[in-house]
């Protein structure tokens, strides 16, 4: 008669599947469980020996895990249990012929901790795991019980080679063990009992969210502090501390620049204002002259028409040629073709030439389109002349001020009772 036939005391007669009384009064009156082959039961260990391990797995009978199936329990597992872990077992025989309740851990707890990490693949979540060993090709670390292997390749946080380590990677692993890293599962294949986990990828993850969760965050027109990450010819990528934003050429400088790489170089910390924010794409795009005073709403205070100023030739065009105020690089004006010369020109370039220094006239403001005329014919016209003497004048006599502050000494006292007149 095979074990799984002995029946027990108040067993008979229950073929049909009808509640039996007595499994009812254990339940109740003295709260342990009936149990059948099967079952799945937590408990507590309560003894560890190279023979058997005792779970109490609150059954009118403890619970054994020995033999052939102590000897199925992976050594790694075997390692990591001690008095008083809560474990899951699986019911191969309800009661031997000792009264015990026969376990298997090996069904158990490596199963779940597969399910864990299945679950984590096809969520494609990230977790923390500590690592627990190492080899030549890379860290271990495991999953509950499960062992996963980190490639090298799947690495950010390895240590450099260190004097003496020989070239030998495995030593520098060693350093390694203990630490938690963050990290994703990339490849899974229970039957060939492969887990292979990446903190490449998991930081990758990490970004992304940390990026989609900063532009949710981000409102158009507030500053913000970033760092110049790349440059390109059509702006410059700023870094905002997780999320990346472009700096379009136009919105560098109120200066004109022909490239990022006159104004900003990588590494540079700036400040920015956030111009939008597109969440469907992840596109943040930022400015960085707008952070500062737009030069031209104060240029009527700072300039007049009939002016004289000193200008230097940035670029031509067929139509004339562009000035940039000396001393005022963020505002240029246009000298029309027809203010080059009283004489007819064909092109710019027959009367200036680019990084010409010129005096020019103001001729024309407008501050709500941004344009300034100059002329470069009208500097010497007489019906300026009186204001052009008039300015003349101040320029000379604040440069002789500012010369004699400089150069007098400080003038003597009086002696207390004299007369400074004579």
Known sequence: MNQDDVRMPGEMGNEAGEQNPMHDLLEKDFGLKQIKRGDMLTGTILRISPTEILVDVNTKSEGVIMGEELAQVAPEVLADMQVGDAVTAFVVNPQDRNGNVVLALNRTQSSRDWVEAEELHAKQDVFEGVVAGYNKGGLIVKVGKVRGFVPASQMVSAPRQAPGDD????????????????????????????????????????????????????KEGEVREGEVISLADFGAFIDLGGADGLVHVSELSWKPVDHPSEVLKVGQKVKVQVLKVDLEHKRVGLSIKRVEVDPWLSIETRYKVGQLIEGEITKMAKF?????????????????????????????????????????????????????????????????ADDDWRQTLAEVNQEQQASTNETQPEAEQPEAGSDPMN
Do not use: C
């Open 320 to 384: 004339g040629a562009f000035a940039r105020i000396k001393g005022d690089d963020a505002i240029e004006g246009l000298i029309h073709i027809s203010e080059l010369s009283d004489k007819r020109v064909s092109h710019p370039r027959e009367v200036v030439k680019e990084g010409q220094a010129l005096t020019l006239r103001v001729i024309r403001i407008d501050a709500a389109k941004r344009r300034l005329g100059l002329s470069l014919k009208r500097v010497a016209q007489s019906e300026y």
């Open 167 to 218: 070239g030998d990677p495995g030593k520098r692993w060693a350093a390694m063990v203990g630490q938690k890293l963050t990290l994703k599962v990339i490849e899974l294949d229970r039957e060939r009992n492969r887990l292979i986990l990446s903190e490449r990828a998991a930081q990758r993850q990490a970004r992304k969210l940390q990026k989609e969760k900063l532009i949710s965050d981000l």
